[in-house]
């Protein structure tokens, strides 16, 4: 009984914390908000990276860790992703558009 009710209570602690990144997902991402934050808060510590350097995969969990080391908000943290993936180019050279 113990460890159905904690396992029930650690999926519900998992469901309704669920992944703050994608909160209020209905707002459309500011892009020049995104610009203006990932100059003046991820380049304060990071290298120059170019959005091509990582797949849209690898920068959403990079952005999911960087949410909390940087103590950015959700629609912070969607604004920056935003700009990085509309940054990025396909195998063919062309800018890939956001949907």
């Given at each position: 009984?113990?460890?159905?009710?904690?396992?029930?209570?650690?999926?519900?602690?998992?469901?309704?914390?669920?992944n703050?990144?994608?909160?209020?997902?209905?707002?459309?991402?500011?892009?020049?908000?995104?610009?203006?934050?990932w100059?003046?808060?991820?380049?304060?510590?990071?290298?120059?990276?170019?959005?091509?350097?990582?797949?849209?995969?690898?920068?959403?969990?990079?952005?999911?860790?960087?949410?909390?080391?940087?103590?950015?908000?959700?629609?912070?943290?969607?604004?920056?992703?935003?700009?990085?993936?509309?940054?990025?180019?396909?195998?063919?050279?062309?800018?890939?558009?956001?949907?």
């Open positions: 009984m113990k460890y159905t009710f904690k396992t029930t209570l650690f999926a519900a602690t998992l469901l309704l914390g669920g703050h990144l994608y909160a209020n997902e209905n707002s459309e991402p500011d892009l020049a908000n995104g610009a203006k934050l100059a003046d808060t991820c380049m304060r510590c990071h290298n120059v990276r170019t959005p091509d350097n990582l797949s849209k995969r690898a920068w959403t969990y990079s952005m999911n860790h960087m949410r909390v080391r940087a103590g950015l908000t959700g629609k912070e943290t969607r604004d920056i992703l935003a700009f990085i993936l509309s940054s990025k180019t396909s195998s063919d050279g062309k800018r890939i558009i956001l949907k």
